[in-house]
């Protein structure tokens, strides 16, 4: 069964650090998201990716994050100065269609920031 | 934005008991409401979803229901398993892009 796969699945660093977390999502899907869930919280919207432009994007999405498409398979999340209250995991997902179509998350990139 | 609240927020049944998780939401623009499960160290995996133009919809042990007027929607499980303890989440799309999630109910089935 097709999946979305995320590297690393566990990144620290020290604050004021760069940053990048690495997706692959499934190959015929369209569009790509990040979503971030903090330890105890809610999973949290962080941006929406097709055609090559961010589609939406989150007020948690600010200058010090950005999104790629390098080439036809990855889709990387960059932090560029990470702070101590970005420690979350980082979920990659993707789906087929949009107008609710079904999201496909990955398993998650845990980023640690010391 | 939307606003989707859930509860409760840890649930724990017998084996073979039923468990009902309910949430609500705030943006009536809403139109298509999945349900996740997430174990352990792993993402978030859709176990059924349901769309505004129906109220009730079942897969085996799974049922949702949705009340557009009451803006509330539900999670049924019967038969409950050991397998079935993990972290359930709802969500809400207002939007073509974008889930609004719940804050999630740890469900624990006893043996």
């Known amino acids: 069964e097709p999946e979305v796969t995320q590297t690393p699945s566990h990144q620290v660093t020290q604050m004021g650090q760069e940053v990048i977390l690495r997706c692959v999502p499934i190959s015929n899907h369209l569009y790509f998201y990040w979503y971030r869930q903090i330890l105890g919280q809610k999973v949290e919207f962080l941006v929406s990716f097709y055609n090559n432009e961010i589609s939406e994007k989150s007020e948690i999405f600010d200058d010090q994050f950005s999104v790629e498409r390098p080439d036809g398979s990855n889709f990387t999340l960059k932090i560029r100065s990470t702070k101590l209250e970005d420690s979350a995991m980082y979920f990659c997902?993707?789906?087929?269609?949009?107008?609710?179509?079904?999201?496909?998350f990955g398993e998650g990139s845990r980023l640690t920031v010391l | 934005g939307e606003n989707v609240e859930q509860h409760p927020s840890t649930l724990s049944v017998q084996e073979g008991d039923s468990a009902v998780i309910k949430c609500t939401y705030s943006d009536s623009a809403s139109n298509y409401f999945p349900w996740y499960k997430q174990e352990l160290g792993k993402g978030p995996q859709l176990i059924i979803d349901i769309r505004s133009n129906v109220g009730e919809k079942k897969d085996q042990r799974i049922a949702v229901t949705l009340n557009k007027t009451a803006k509330h929607f539900s999670l049924h499980i019967t038969e409950t398993q050991p397998e079935d303890s993990a972290v359930y989440f709802c969500a809400a799309d207002a939007n073509d892009y974008k889930l609004s999630f719940g804050a999630g109910t740890t469900v624990t089935v006893r043996a």
């Open positions: 997902a993707s789906s087929e269609v949009t107008d609710s179509g079904e999201l496909f």
